[in-house]
């Protein structure tokens, strides 16, 4: 965002060290991740060969993107379609770190456990 507001992440999916990682690729405009997988080939079987990402390069991307408070990235510890734990995370994020926006993966993980769930939506803040 424009506005340097800070962003609350929750990824059902995947862990924090991994979000961080896919931020820090976005910054340097390189495909991160995947080039961590390819590094971990032996070299007579990487498929990157022409894409380098020096370690200065990499910690200048992390310290300009990761270095505030700008990204509060939480630890997913979801078990199934638990629905209660992700909207007291979704809140935590929003009144205890003040994130003005959250980014929420997959959500079509939360939607398949909302019938089961006894979660009642309001507009109350």
Known sequence: TEDNVRIG???LEESPN?????LVGLQLGK????????????????VLTNLVITKEER????????GS???VIMKNSFQ?????NIVRKV???????????????HISIIVSGFQNS???????K
């Open 69 to 71: 408070d700008r990204f």
């Open 80 to 84: 199934g379609a638990d629905l209660e």
């Open 91 to 105: 809140r935590q994020m929003a009144k205890v770190y003040g994130c003005k926006h959250i980014i929420l993966d």
């Open 18 to 22: 991994k979000t961080a990682t896919g």
């Open 9 to 11: 992440m929750l990824m």
């Open 59 to 66: 910690e200048k991307a992390a310290k300009e993107i990761l």
């Open 31 to 46: 495909p991160l991740l995947l080039y961590d997988l390819d590094q971990q080939l032996p070299p007579d079987e990487r």
């Open 118 to 124: 006894k979660i009642h939506w309001s507009n109350s």
